[in-house]
């Protein structure tokens, strides 16, 4: 003990190669910070790294009787389960593609919405806007999927004008080759006001003088909205996208449950509905926490390859 | 060195001993079962287990304590009953119970739809109240378990020392006898018990009736009937919008479509083949062929609504009350109650009649009605409980014969009087003053319209249906039907649950999308060979003997 | 500004307009859907296909048989509760991790970023959640509602991108003078951040308003129960399509169709109010005032 106390005695004289040195350095500059750190990093740890041994029930078999440490291991029983399923690969194709159509067509909208709503100038007129784009987030999804089924049924509201213009009616919620379409717009209508709330701060951040200066050098305004606008939110977007991109196999179960059936699961089934219905066989809390965690794994792994190329490419980053 | 070393020594003990009281030491805690209990003579828990040497059952004395106890209760608050209280304790029967017994409970009140969280959380963190109201029916790896894990109580000592009634019931019933038990012969639970056939089933085949009036036609009694009745509801206009917009036959998704398979000789799920006494599985048996070919036929003749994959509750009571629909699968209260009640001053013509379990190439007039009394749901007792004697006490009263009354009717001349020597509810509970529905003002007084540990009373049900209508229609159904697909009630042990939900979660998905598929007719019926094929390779006879076991081990008890 | 505006640039305003005009018309039609049809006759409700332009006979029965329920008023209060005094615990925290992790050369800044943003996709789960809560001896009260959710690694980083959005040169001359970093934080980064800030509120408020999972899972008092977890149970128990063949019991009439609209609405209008207060944060030019002042 004190053969080592005396070895960072002796580090110390050797000037700034030691990380001991650069640290305690640190620690004296930002104590500051690190006494505001303090509390967050106490909170992460008793509310989310205690916690954490409790994973290890995706290579048990858990009962709750018999507790987290009490349960028998099984090794990769449930992954190789999953895995081996009839229905895996269909599964995990479903997830990827309604992710990915959601990112393309989902993710640009409350940005575009931003901007759009940023060269509007009346300013009543812009707060009303925005004030009635973002009321779908609060009408439960049980009420939205029931309008949707409604009006895209066979005699629904859909069905009815396309037939004014002689086209024949689609049923749509029987038809699996709609169902992405139906879930991403939908989720478009449902969200594209409550999403574009954070790009509206971002843009109320851009300091005006920049636009008085591109306007003096003759810039339009689309122009603007390319050098001043777009650059001002960019960071913004960047992080955005790095976490949406973290959600990639993150389909919730409760939405599709809604508007699905048993004649569009060939392209609706997803991962977390798959799971829900053998819950209803069996709560297994081991075979749901091995697929979360099997999901967590690829969805960590993405946002670490965002971080990286991010940080490389646009200097923004999530560390 | 040795000064430092020391304090090292001292901050890792610290810590170790932070991280016990943490994690460990709380769980070794034991909740005190009850908490305001003051030096009461009585009580404690050694009693329970001590004496065991006299086999005849003590009689039941009124009051159960001299000094009150409380024990608490687990159960979950029932949609009727939330609709206006807050707890049990505002219910009629059971503050009778404290009168009478001199046991207050303390109820808790799991929130509706999230029961099973909390249910598993109370295993896991071993908090258990005296008193469990469950359904042992969906706990993972099965009630042994809880039982050997010392979480329940084995109860068959207790009960023979302490359960008069109980012991009674049992005698006189011993099929219900062998529907309580455990494979292995434990009692575990005080069970809800529904003493009747008539209490059994509560849905069916329903038809517009008035329809059947304007078109001349008859109720149909078998497939080919329902057949000629469905084609003239499509074509004889009885809507008289002069389009043949009409639906014959409406479902809220598959499963309501599949009731026809009864006139098949088969259910869409395991079931006891009647002949041999074997499980079968429907969707694999040749007759499942043979109802396919029929309903692709109805489908394609348009008699079953093309959309009924996709039609959700709204859409459906929209095609229904809209005119549209002209018979469905439905539930007595849930369906045709509801859509009377909203159909009455709308459409004064609107008539809605039961359409008895028809037959088929079976033969027969199979349908769902259940043929256990003992139901999954009721209540155990907890290991922990420091009143184990008191609480079988408690509940033993619920099955005696002013038990029953007071579960199933509440206080007489209060919710009930006794006319003839039977017992009709009062105005109280048929005419709410406070204008509750006839199952909402129920609950305030007695059980009988949720479910509990005593044995519902079949005089109870015909009372609630509030219209004639309904009435006949349970007679139709319940004259009608042959329950004898049906299964008792098995348990599968905990590799067997966890092996048979890998299979069938795969099978379910499977079966259903081919149901849509042959029945929509996107899949040629010659491909039925390949599905059987499919089935198998998927592991259904693996399932099938699951099942099997679980009935032969059923059929062993004693 | 006055700079006449070009042929092309008065066709996109015309069509930005109209653009928004229509998705105005969207977005706004399920918030009145649910209107009209929680003031609408039930029957005629159930009857209804379509859109809803304008209630269908009215009453408002449903409203009554809500308010009816003994647990409202006290769902209410305890939302209340949970809203102001969560979210303010919330900001507190997200604040000064923000803070520390939005600063430049602070060595341990991306450790802990890393591991924090670790906790958004691995967790212990639902049991140990529990078991430690309850530990802390915080089950049955109204903290369990407030500390295990104290702050949302999401919003976090969100809040941090915002505040790395300031300017280094004006901490530079405020450190330069002397200050500390919490007055950086409170005169000088705060002050700017107000659009953030005022995100935080409403999506941490948003999120105690409509949470009831940590509800039902830390609570079984029912006097703490808050207002969604209250509407949740009305909604689900009288959901119409629980049939299990042969079971007697779960057969029963639902309520109206209306009175799950009129739920609805009670749950949501009270939210609803809180964004037009923060609106005035998402304006251009706070900035510049800001360092005038």
């Known amino acids: 003990m004190a053969d080592l106390a005396r070895g960072t005695d002796t580090q110390i004289t050797i000037p700034t190669t030691s990380r001991w040195d650069i640290i305690r350095k640190d620690l004296v500059k930002n104590r500051y910070i690190y006494i505001m750190l303090l509390p967050v990093i106490t909170y992460y740890i008793v509310f989310h790294y205690v916690p954490l041994y409790g994973a290890q029930i995706a290579f048990k078999n858990f009962t709750p009787s018999k507790g987290i440490w009490g349960s028998p291991w099984v090794g990769f029983k449930y992954f190789e389960e999953f895995f081996n399923s009839y229905?895996?690969?269909?599964?995990?194709?479903?997830?990827?593609?309604?992710?990915?159509?959601?990112?393309?067509?989902?993710?640009?909208?409350?940005?575009?919405?931003?901007?759009?709503?940023?060269?509007?100038?009346?300013?009543?007129?812009?707060?009303?806007?925005?004030?009635?784009?973002?009321?779908?987030?609060?009408?439960?999804?049980?009420?939205?999927?029931?309008?949707?089924?409604?009006?895209?049924?066979?005699?629904?509201?859909?069905?009815?004008?396309?037939?004014?213009?002689?086209?024949?009616?689609?049923?749509?919620?029987?038809?699996?080759?709609?169902?992405?379409?139906?879930?991403?717009?939908?989720?478009?209508?449902?969200?594209?006001?409550?999403?574009?709330?954070?790009?509206?701060?971002?843009?109320?951040?851009?300091?005006?003088?920049?636009?008085?200066?591109?306007?003096?050098?003759?810039?339009?305004?689309?122009?603007?909205?390319?050098?001043?606008?777009?650059?001002?939110?960019?960071?913004?977007?960047?992080?955005?996208?790095?976490?949406?991109?973290?959600?990639?196999?993150?389909?919730?179960?409760?939405?599709?449950?809604?508007?699905?059936?048993?004649?569009?699961?060939?392209?609706?089934?997803?991962?977390?509905?798959?799971?829900?219905?053998?819950?209803?066989?069996?709560?297994?809390?081991?075979?749901?926490?091995?697929?979360?965690?099997?999901?967590?794994?690829?969805?960590?792994?993405?946002?670490?390859?965002?971080?990286?190329?991010?940080?490389?490419?646009?200097?923004?980053?999530?560390? | 060195m040795i000064g430092i070393s020391k304090r090292w020594l001292a901050m890792g003990l610290v810590l170790v001993l932070a991280i016990c009281l943490l994690t460990a030491c709380t769980q070794s805690e034991k909740p005190p079962a009850a908490t305001d209990v003051t030096g009461g003579g009585n009580t404690g828990d050694t009693g329970a287990t001590e004496e065991t040497s006299s086999s005849e059952p003590e009689a039941l004395t009124l009051p159960i304590v001299s000094q009150p106890i409380t024990l608490k209760y687990f159960w979950t608050l029932d949609a009727k009953a939330a609709a206006s209280m807050t707890s049990y304790d505002e219910v009629a029967c059971?503050?009778?119970?404290?009168?009478?017994?001199?046991?207050?409970?303390?109820?808790?009140?799991?929130?509706?739809?999230?029961?099973?969280?909390?249910?598993?959380?109370?295993?896991?963190?071993?908090?258990?109240?005296?008193?469990?109201?469950?359904?042992?029916?969906?706990?993972?790896?099965?009630?042994?378990?809880?039982?050997?894990?010392g979480s329940i109580l084995k109860l068959n000592d207790l009960i023979n020392k302490y359960a008069p009634n109980f012991t009674k019931l049992m005698e006189e019933h011993p099929d219900w006898h062998k529907e309580a038990i455990l494979d292995d012969g434990s009692y575990y639970y005080f069970p809800f018990i529904r003493e009747d056939e008539s209490l059994r089933l509560s849905s069916g085949f329903q038809m517009r009736g008035d329809w059947l009036e304007k078109l001349n036609l008859e109720i149909p009694k078998n497939i080919d009937e329902w057949h000629s009745v469905l084609t003239a509801f499509k074509q004889g206009d009885p809507n008289g919008n002069g389009q043949a917009d009409e639906l014959p036959f409406v479902a809220i998704g598959q499963s309501r479509v599949q009731y026809f398979e009864y006139a098949y000789g088969i259910m869409h799920n395991f079931y006891r083949d009647p002949d041999t006494r074997k499980i079968k599985y429907g969707p694999m048996e040749s007759a499942y062929k043979d109802y396919l070919t029929t309903m692709r036929q109805w489908y394609k003749e348009r008699l079953i609504d093309p959309d009924y994959a996709a039609t959700d509750t709204k859409n459906f009571d929209a095609k229904v009350t809209g005119n549209k629909g002209g018979s469905y699968y439905g539930m007595l209260s849930g369906n045709m109650g509801r859509f009377l009640d909203l159909m009455k001053s709308k459409d004064p013509s609107f008539k809605l009649v039961g359409v008895p379990w028809p037959v088929g190439p079976a033969g027969k007039s199979y349908g769902p009605m259940a043929i256990n009394a003992i139901q999954p749901v009721g209540t155990a007792i907890s290991a922990q409980s420091k009143y184990q004697k008191e609480a079988v006490k408690w509940l033993d009263y619920c099955y005696s014969e002013e038990g029953k009354m007071l579960f199933n009717f509440g206080i007489e001349n209060e919710s009930y009087k006794m006319v003839n020597g039977e017992p009709v509810y009062t105005d109280a509970v048929l005419h709410n003053p406070d204008g509750l529905a006839v199952s909402d003002a129920l609950i305030r007084y007695a059980m009988a319209v949720s479910n509990g540990p005593f044995v519902q009373d079949k005089r109870y049900y015909p009372q609630i249906l509030v219209y004639p209508e309904q009435k006949q229609t349970l007679d139709t159904w319940l004259k009608s039907c042959d329950p004898s697909l049906q299964m008792p009630p098995i348990t599968l042990t905990e590799e067997e649950s966890q092996r048979f939900a890998t299979i069938m979660n795969e099978i379910n998905t499977y079966v259903q999308e081919m149901f849509d598929k042959f029945v929509m007719g996107q899949e040629p019926l010659d491909n039925f060979d390949n599905y059987i094929n499919t089935l198998k390779g998927m592991g259904i006879e693996e399932a099938i003997n699951i099942e099997q076991a679980a009935l032969d081990r059923f059929n062993a008890r004693k | 500004m006055h700079i006449k505006k070009s042929m092309g640039e008065r066709a996109f305003d015309v069509f930005n307009t109209m653009l928004m005009m229509l998705l105005m018309i969207v977005t706004l039609y399920p918030f009145l859907h649910v209107f009209f049809a929680s003031i609408s006759d039930p029957t005629a409700v159930v009857q209804h296909r379509g859109l809803l332009l304008h209630p269908i006979g009215f009453t408002t029965g449903a409203y009554k048989l809500v308010f009816k329920n003994p647990m409202i008023p006290i769902g209410y209060r305890n939302t209340l509760i949970y809203v102001l005094v969560g979210t303010a615990i919330n900001i507190f925290m997200t604040t000064l991790g923000a803070y520390g992790l939005s600063r430049k050369n602070v060595y341990f800044k991306n450790h802990i970023m890393f591991l924090i943003t670790f906790t958004m996709f691995f967790s212990g789960g639902l049991i140990p959640t529990y078991l430690l809560v309850r530990d802390l001896g915080m089950t049955d009260t109204r903290w369990a509602l407030l500390i295990p959710n104290a702050i949302s690694a999401y919003n976090l980083i969100i809040m941090r991108t915002s505040f790395e959005g300031v300017p280094v040169s004006l901490e530079e001359s405020a450190k330069l003078d002397g200050a500390n970093d919490f007055t950086v934080l409170f005169r000088i980064i705060l002050p700017l951040s107000m659009p953030v800030v005022a995100v935080m509120v409403l999506f941490y408020g948003v999120g105690h308003w409509n949470s009831w999972f940590n509800a039902m899972i830390y609570l079984r008092d029912r006097q703490l129960f808050p207002l969604q977890l209250v509407l949740r149970e009305i909604l689900i128990s009288n959901s119409t399509d629980t049939m299990i063949a042969g079971s007697a019991g779960l057969d029963r009439e639902p309520i109206g169709e209306t009175v799950k609209y009129a739920t609805i609405i009670v749950a949501t209008v009270p939210i609803l109010f809180i964004y037009p207060f923060l609106q005035k944060y998402f304006v251009k030019g706070v900035m510049i005032g800001a360092i005038k002042e």
């Open chain 2, 94 to 149: 059971f503050k009778k119970m404290e009168e009478l017994t001199g046991i207050n409970i303390e109820w808790i009140h799991p929130p509706t739809g999230q029961e099973k969280e909390q249910f598993n959380l109370m295993v896991a963190s071993q908090e258990l109240p005296d008193l469990i109201h469950w359904d042992w029916s969906t706990v993972p790896g099965g009630v042994s378990k809880l039982i050997s894990d």
């Open chain 1, 87 to 319: 229905y895996f690969e269909r599964l995990l194709r479903n997830t990827v593609l309604i992710s990915l159509y959601d990112l393309i067509f989902g993710f640009p909208a409350p940005i575009i919405l931003a901007l759009l709503l940023n060269e509007i100038k009346s300013n009543i007129f812009k707060r009303t806007v925005q004030t009635v784009t973002y009321l779908p987030h609060f009408i439960s999804l049980v009420v939205i999927c029931g309008m949707i089924i409604d009006f895209l049924a066979r005699d629904g509201l859909v069905n009815n004008i396309l037939n004014r213009f002689g086209i024949e009616s689609i049923p749509f919620m029987i038809k699996p080759e709609w169902f992405r379409t139906i879930y991403v717009a939908s989720n478009i209508w449902q969200g594209i006001g409550w999403g574009s709330i954070i790009y509206l701060a971002a843009l109320s951040n851009i300091d005006p003088q920049l636009y008085e200066a591109a306007t003096i050098d003759g810039a339009g305004r689309f122009r603007q909205v390319l050098h001043v606008t777009l650059p001002g939110i960019l960071p913004t977007v960047v992080i955005m996208l790095i976490l949406r991109l973290g959600q990639m196999l993150n389909v919730g179960s409760e939405k599709i449950l809604l508007l699905y059936n048993t004649s569009t699961y060939e392209t609706a089934d997803v991962i977390s509905t798959f799971v829900y219905r053998k819950g209803i066989l069996e709560a297994s809390y081991s075979y749901s926490t091995a697929i979360g965690l099997f999901n967590s794994v690829i969805n960590f792994a993405l946002l670490v390859i965002a971080n990286f190329i991010s940080r490389k490419a646009t200097e923004t980053s999530l560390w």
